[in-house]
């Protein structure tokens, strides 16, 4: 893919002496989280851009996301009665699969766009080639958007007593704005009536700071490799590129590359689960990435897309639960549902996206097992790139503020909705 590999050697050589991003440790604490989802305990949240991007980078774009990540977090675990796992698609996600190596453009064929890490999105031939600085970039990029997710989570912004602040304006208004602001309140009341029952509300670390972790797909194993650094501690290789890794829908073959770097490191780890999954291939993989099973390695991702789900998801569960293999099982209702609009733009449905929830969390009552965590594109902007939710955008909609470099992405207002909904899905079927 790379025209020059000398330039792709000195790029990965230079990321190779930086410092990690993450470290093992944090991964563990990640893996305990996920273990926790694993038996039932926990909420895992996985959420963030399709695709990150080098154009859309400032404070408050990650301040932004940030927030509807911990509102959507606070809504689960106020809801569900367990705490949630947040981890963002973000500090990372930026390489992207392709379905085609070129695409048409005013019938040019030119080769495709495969993320800000690695060419840029321009429809000409020139911009479209590879080139290794974006690699650099891109890590120094992920490096500065973890800096201010730390300092963010754990100086005061993810105190629980500011779960009022964390709604922007444009959601304010808005009935689900409302709502959430309703349930802010009754935190606030639950805290006020914990410090009169003489709880040291103040000197409890966990209600004013936040975990938030990070993931993405290892999609470039140059990148992951020469990010994937010994513990000391352990002896054990981790990928410090993020904390989480999952191997995407069209890389996640048995004795592909892909498969084959992940089973190699520390951290935690996802599989993309599409409809064609077979009951032998999950076995399989599960034994493969997961042969110790220890509960939180592995998280299987499914995305078969609403009017599947239900069966194609079920023998699976069923295999997975009766081989007794631990894993954390999390709905990604985007990437089964996307479709093109009339004019030309593609889209998806909050109906559908909602409807693959509900057929996912109806699978698990079926089974007997646990709904475990969601998987969602979203943006803390007021975009218009998803069809319907709370404010019904329709198709007329779509031109006016579709910004995404990749898939389109929910909005504030509409991952707020989307909380409020899984939650009710949750406990009508009788799980919390
Ligand atoms: C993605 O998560 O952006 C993606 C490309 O998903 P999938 O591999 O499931 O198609
Ligand atoms: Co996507």
């Not at 959601?171 to 029952?197: D, H, K, N, W």
């Not at 081989?323 to 559908?352: E, L, Q, Y």
Request: aromatic share 8%.
């Amino acid at each position: 893919m790379w025209p020059d590999q000398g330039a792709l050697d000195q790029a990965l050589k230079q990321i190779a002496s930086y410092p990690p991003l993450v470290f093992a440790g944090e991964a563990r604490s990640l893996q305990a989280g996920l273990a926790q989802v694993c038996a039932g305990k926990a909420f895992l949240l996985q959420a963030g851009d399709c695709a990150e991007s080098f154009e859309d980078f400032s404070a408050n774009n990650i301040r932004d996301k940030l927030r509807v990540i911990l509102q959507m977090a606070v809504v689960l675990t106020y809801s569900l009665g367990v705490p949630t796992i947040k981890v963002g698609r973000m500090a990372g996600q930026f390489a992207k699969p392709r379905s085609s190596d070129t695409e048409k453009i005013d019938n040019r064929e030119i080769p495709s766009f495969r993320g800000h890490i690695v060419n840029d999105p321009a429809p000409t031939e020139n911009a479209r080639i590879p080139d290794p600085d974006r690699l650099v970039q891109a890590y120094n990029q992920s490096a500065s958007t973890l800096n201010l997710v730390r300092a963010f989570v754990k100086g005061g912004f993810a105190d629980l007593s500011r779960v009022h602040a964390w709604t922007q304006e444009f959601v304010g208004s808005s009935p689900e704005g409302q709502r959430y602001e309703q349930m802010a309140t009754e935190i606030e009341r639950a805290l006020r009536f914990m410090r009169a029952c003489g709880v040291d509300t103040e000197n409890t670390a966990t209600l004013h700071e936040a975990d938030v972790y990070t993931s993405h797909e290892a999609l470039l194993l140059g990148y992951e490799e020469s990010l994937t650094r010994q513990d000391s501690l352990t002896g054990q290789w981790y990928d410090c590129s993020a904390h989480m890794l999952w191997v995407g829908e069209r890389t996640r073959q048995l004795d592909g590359a892909h498969i084959e770097f992940l089973r190699g490191v520390g951290n935690p780890l996802g599989c993309k689960i599409g409809p064609s999954t077979s009951v032998d291939f999950v076995l399989e993989l599960c034994q493969v990435l997961n042969p110790a099973r220890a509960p939180g390695r592995l998280t299987l991702i499914s995305r078969m897309g609403a009017d599947k789900v239900e069966t194609a998801l079920r023998p699976l569960l069923r295999a997975v639960r009766d081989s007794g293999h631990p894993v954390v099982w999390a709905c990604d209702p985007m990437h089964g549902n996307t479709f093109t609009s009339v004019g030309g733009r593609k889209t998806r449905h909050f109906d559908d996206i909602i409807r693959e929830i509900a057929g996912f969390v109806n699978a698990h009552r079926l089974e007997g097992t646990w709904p475990g965590g969601i998987h969602v594109e979203l943006t803390g902007d007021n975009v218009t790139e998803c069809l319907g939710g709370a404010d019904d955008l329709t198709d007329a909609d779509l031109d006016d503020r579709y910004q995404t470099v990749c898939d389109p992405r929910l909005n504030a207002r509409q991952g707020l909705d989307l909380a409020f909904g899984v939650a009710e899905l949750i406990r009508s079927s009788g799980f919390a």
